[in-house]
Nanobody, 116 residues
Framework: QVQLVESGGGLVQAGGSLRLSCATS????????ADWYRQSPGKQRELVAA???????NYADSVKGRFTISRDNAKNTVYLQMNSLKSEDTAVYSC??????????WGQGIQVTVSS
């Protein structure tokens, strides 16, 4: 069964950093375009960052200058480095990516909690 698996979430104090990872499971196919989304209670899901297969990136205004999306094609993994975290960054973060030849998939989501 092909899946996207996120890791790296958790509890961090305001001003701290976390790095999320998104990798395939159950397939050796490579990841194409990939996005990180987040959703907090009572709010709509928000696109946080996106990366193309060639490495072009785009960010929500709310995270520009603090978050960095990147990819390691050798490891077939996409990352979201989150610095200077704020309480309003608290959310469930989900990876959404194209797995080449198979289609688009969502990860299961991972909780990030920033304490003030």
């Amino acid at each position: 069964q092909v899946q996207l698996v996120e890791s790296g979430g958790g509890l961090v104090q305001a001003g701290g950093s976390l790095r999320l990872s998104c990798a395939t499971s159950g397939s050796s196919a490579s990841i194409g375009a990939a996005d990180w989304y987040r959703q907090s209670p009572g709010k709509q899901r928000e696109l946080v960052a996106a990366i193309t297969p060639g490495g072009i990136t785009n960010y929500a205004d709310s995270v520009k200058g603090r978050f960095t999306i990147s990819r390691d094609n050798a490891k077939n993994t996409v990352y979201l480095q989150m610095n200077s975290l704020k309480s309003e960054d608290t959310a469930v973060y989900s990876c959404y990516a194209v797995i080449r030849g198979l289609g688009s998939y969502w990860g299961q989501g991972i909780q990030v909690t920033v304490s003030s």
